[in-house]
């Protein structure tokens, strides 16, 4: 299939384009810097600004997609309302073009889990998105408004809210890269509440979501990729010290202090959906994926 991917040289776009390139697909990979790296010549890529609609229509016109995936938000992670705004105004000129070449019959777009406000428990696609912020009223707004012009051209939507997706090539500051970076320097992060509770998925299972979704029919619709399951920011301290120092006495350390400290935070995806349209589930369990992530942290 021909398949446009924006934020191509991102986190979650570098490895799901080479992937989706690799099964055969004619990707068109749009990012503002091509990345050094990619030499695959299968891959048309196409150094553009979102901003500017007239460094991607014409390409993009010519390409004729027929699935869209939209990874693209600019300035990760400044979620200001002047940033937020931008990228939905951008998304929404964007996805007009795509539209009015009457070519696509897929869009796939990362949501976020964060659209939950103030989630507790089990996140389930059908529960009602509050956003709480910037980001997320933008992320809410396109969600509306992309929903009403896949309606009316007829183009399958899937909604895709990402948990705490994790892995190699994620942004050096983020809570795992962080963890396992200063402890080879034999030391924890400043972690202000380690008792709380995420659903962290691995980066290889958010891209075969969207390689089974490339490939498949389905309904449009919400649907959640997590690992189903909530873990500690503890935990992982825990299980990135025993990979790293073969130890658990910082982490021990860090218990003790936190024990008086109230837990604010525990939620997971509910993905029954997503597994039931997909037949798609998280193959890789968050030790397996932190040592995968020490890898590449360690043997760049």
């Known amino acids: 299939m021909r398949v446009v991917i924006t934020g191509a040289s991102g986190f979650i776009g570098k490895p799901l384009t080479e992937s989706l390139s690799g099964l055969g697909h004619d990707v068109l990979a749009i990012a503002r810097k091509i990345p050094k790296s990619s030499n695959s010549f299968k891959i048309s890529w196409l150094e553009a600004d979102l901003s500017s609609s007239s460094t991607y229509k014409?390409?993009?016109?010519?390409?004729?997609?027929?699935v869209i995936i939209h990874l693209a938000w600019q300035d990760i992670p400044d979620f200001s309302l002047e940033k937020s705004q931008l990228n939905l105004n951008q998304s929404k000129e964007l996805l007009s073009f795509i539209a009015s070449i009457k070519s696509c019959k897929k869009l796939l777009i990362p949501g976020s889990c964060l659209e939950y406000s103030n989630p507790k428990g089990?996140?389930?696609?059908?529960?009602?998105?509050l956003p709480s912020n910037d980001f997320t009223r933008a992320k809410h707004s396109l969600r509306l408004w992309v929903e009403l012009l896949c309606n009316e051209e007829s183009i399958s939507l899937a909604w895709f809210r990402v948990f705490y997706v994790y892995g190699p090539g994620q942004r050096t500051e983020s809570l795992i890269p962080a963890i396992l970076t200063q402890l080879k320097k034999g030391r924890l992060p400043d972690i202000s509440t380690?008792?709380?509770?995420?659903?962290?998925?691995?980066?290889?299972?958010?891209?075969?979501?969207?390689?089974i979704a490339t490939n498949s029919k389905f309904v449009s619709g919400i649907y959640n990729l997590g690992s189903g399951m909530s873990t500690s920011v503890l935990d992982v301290c825990r299980y990135a010290e025993e990979i790293v120092l073969n130890s658990t006495a910082l982490s021990e350390s860090l218990e003790a202090e936190s024990q008086a400290k109230s837990l604010?935070?525990?939620?997971w995806a509910g993905i029954a959906a997503t597994k039931k349209s997909f037949n798609w589930s998280p193959k890789i369990n968050i030790l397996d994926g932190i040592k995968q992530t020490w890898k590449n942290i360690n043997n760049p």
């Not at 380690?194 to 075969?208: A, E, G, L, R």
């Open 58 to 66: 014409n390409s993009i016109k010519e390409f004729y997609p027929e």
């Open 122 to 129: 089990e996140c389930l696609e059908t529960d009602q998105a």
């Open 194 to 211: 380690p008792q709380n509770s995420n659903d962290f998925i691995f980066i290889d299972d958010v891209v075969n979501a969207f390689i």
């Open 264 to 267: 604010n935070m525990n939620f």
